[in-house]
């Protein structure tokens, strides 16, 4: 059964940090690039970051590159999401998906999802 839970949201205020988890069933986690996307309110899903099976290669939105750093575990079946210096339009639900590669940054190209995880950041 494909299975992603995330973890690790809050509400924090501009410029503090957070780090998001998201845990897979083996069969989900292995060989799948991971992404975690986002969703505001009123707003489309967004590309946040995704990263390679094994290599360790990245890739994020322009909006986040310098402040979010997305790694893996891949003993623990575990991606995390680290957001540092963050900012009240950071606000969203963030997701945890697997996917076919990290150059994906199209939702409709990731066939597993977790249920979500609310960022709030206040000003």
């Known amino acids: 059964q494909v299975q992603l839970v995330e973890s690790g949201g809050g509400l924090v205020q501009a410029g503090d940090s957070l780090r998001l988890s998201c845990t897979a069933s083996?069969?989900?986690?292995?060989?799948?690039?991971m992404a975690w996307f986002r969703q505001a309110p009123g707003k489309e899903r967004e590309f946040v970051a995704a990263?390679?099976?094994?290599?360790?290669?990245?890739n994020y939105a322009d909006s986040v590159k310098g402040r979010f750093t997305i790694s893996r575990d891949n003993a623990k079946n575990t991606v995390y999401l680290q957001m540092n210096s963050l900012k009240p339009e950071d606000t969203a639900v963030y997701y945890c998906?697997?996917?076919?590669?990290?150059?994906?940054?199209?939702?409709?190209?990731?066939?597993?999802w977790g249920q979500g995880t609310q960022v709030t950041v206040s000003s």
């Open positions: 998906a697997a996917g076919p590669s990290f150059r994906v940054v199209t939702e409709r190209d990731y066939p597993y």
């Open positions: 083996r069969r989900t986690f292995t060989g799948q690039a």
């Open positions: 990263i390679t099976t094994n290599s360790g290669l990245t």
